[in-house]
């Protein structure tokens, strides 16, 4: 039997401290390049990449084996780790000290050539051919970097909502009506009837506060955006919470903490993401800021009923300078320009208890607190020219007994796009949905 088939795997990432032994490595051939002859290969795990020297002096099975590699090849290699001569050790590798001198090459899978250049590690394609060859590019490292960074977000949103005693809930996506406006929908048929693709979890979260007080979700949300935007999807993941005796301000604590919480949770894990600044996040009113975007940059949009993206650019750009945040909360739009959930402000009901959090130039959030009456709630739904009786069984939780409540809901996509500084929230889905695309051009 060979030696290959004897030993246990080694992980790349471990090959390091295992300078002189014999190790079994498994993985993909990312790069291949030829010297003379000489073959050199960057492998891949899921630990991290290494590079192989293929040398007939040392094994001519190995090297015949290693002819037929191409790029995506899958492989078991089995070889003697070596320190790299000094003047060849890659500084940027965290295995750029060693490299296995391969002695048994096991071809496990074979692979087509490519159909793009893979070109060095730098990632230089372009977002069509991104994504018109998706399973093959989320291969290459610097688009699995982006998918990392994400699971790590997830993964600090789900501390943050263990920390706050907050029980998980999955709730359905296939619905009867518009929560957050009735332009946007997806229909679906469903047997004899027509419904809808959920724009958000909204009215089941909410539906679930009488149940366990705090409860998170992580969501598919859907949007027939009518037009073509580097930030929107028609599929978005909602991260979602709602909370039960809150007031707004106890809201727009918690909403910071967790932002907070889950984008230090990725800083800590991920050395590649640029450092971002929350020490004190401002809180302006959509109105100030509005004034802010006049005095400072000249616009006039004191009398608009949201931020246009260039406001959102600019007052992020100010909190920046002024207080040193790459994070600012916006609250109280106009009541009538968000969903009837919203509550309006008791003190001045023209604005409501809503808020955004805006991060690097863009909403990355928004919530509110709710209207937790029935009858206010009822006359919020007809006020929006909305069927009372398309909402009966979400009503129904609010005759019964329904403390004061909020919640809020981050956009997962948009973080991943703005803590890596991508230009195309496209590139922070794994498998976008757009106007034009369904993995295939439409
Ligand atoms: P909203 O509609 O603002 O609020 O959505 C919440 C967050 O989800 C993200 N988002 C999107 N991301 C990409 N493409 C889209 N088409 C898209 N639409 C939304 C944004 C946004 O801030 N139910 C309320 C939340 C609440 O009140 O709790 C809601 O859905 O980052």
Redesign the pocket.
């Known amino acids: 039997m060979s030696k290959l088939k004897m030993l246990k795997r080694t992980l790349i990432s471990e090959t390091v401290s295992n300078v002189g032994q014999i190790v079994l490595i498994k993985g993909f051939v990312r790069i291949r390049r030829d010297h003379g002859k000489l073959i050199f290969l960057d492998v891949r795990d899921r630990s991290g990449f290494i590079q192989v020297v293929v040398n007939p002096k040392i094994s001519e099975k190995a090297y015949a084996s290693g002819q037929e590699l191409k790029p995506e090849f899958v492989v078991e290699i089995l070889g003697k780790v070596n320190k790299r001569p000094v003047g060849t050790i890659n500084k940027d590798l965290s295995t750029g000290e060693v490299e296995i001198e391969a002695t048994e090459i096991t071809i496990l899978s074979k692979s087509e050539t490519l159909p793009f250049g893979t070109g060095g590690n730098e990632l230089n394609l372009e977002l069509p051919t991104l994504l018109d060859h998706r399973s093959l590019t989320l291969r290459h490292p610097k688009v699995a970097e982006i998918f990392q960074v994400q699971a790590k977000i997830l993964e600090g949103f789900r501390k943050a909502a263990e920390e706050l005693d907050c029980t998980e809930i999955v709730v359905p996506t296939i619905v009867v009506g518009a ?2 406006g009735g332009a ?1 929908l997806f229909e679906v048929k469903y047997y004899d009837h027509k419904a809808y693709l959920s ?4 009215l089941y ?1 909410q539906m679930m506060v009488p149940v366990f007080e705090r409860v998170w979700t992580i969501a598919h ?1 859907y ?1 027939a ?1 009518p037009s073509v935007t580097t ?4 599929e ?1 993941t ?1 991260l ?3 909370i039960g005796f809150v007031t707004f301000e106890e809201l727009l604590n918690l909403l910071e903490k967790v932002a907070v919480r889950m984008l230090k949770h990725v800083q800590d894990s991920c050395s590649y993401v640029d450092k971002v600044e929350f020490d004190k996040i401002p809180r302006l009113t959509l109105r100030e800021a509005q004034g802010i975007i006049f005095k400072e940059f000249g616009r006039d949009n004191r009398k608009e009923k949201d931020l246009t993206p260039q406001d959102e650019i600019d007052i992020c750009m100010w909190a920046k300078k002024k207080h040193k945040s790459d994070l600012v909360t916006i609250t109280h739009f106009p009541t009538l320009a968000k ?1 009837f ?2 509550m309006p402000d008791p003190k001045d009901p023209e604005y409501s208890f ?1 808020y ?2 805006l991060f690097k130039g ?7 607190q709710r209207v937790s009456d029935y009858d206010k709630l009822v006359k919020a739904i007809k006020d929006r020219g909305m069927k009372v009786d398309a909402f009966e069984m979400y009503l129904m939780a609010f005759k019964y007994g329904m403390p004061p409540e ?6 997962l ?3 991943t796009m703005k803590l890596l500084n991508l230009s195309n ?1 496209r590139e922070a889905s794994l498998f976008p949905r757009d106007m034009e695309r369904v993995d295939e051009r439409l």
């Open positions: 929560t957050e946007e724009q958000s979890p909204q979260k949300a949007r955006e930030r929107h999807l028609a978005t909602q979602d919470f709602e969903p959930y919203i809503s955004d959090l863009v909403e990355i959030l928004s919530g509110g909020g919640g809020f809901s981050f956009g996509e948009r973080i929230i």
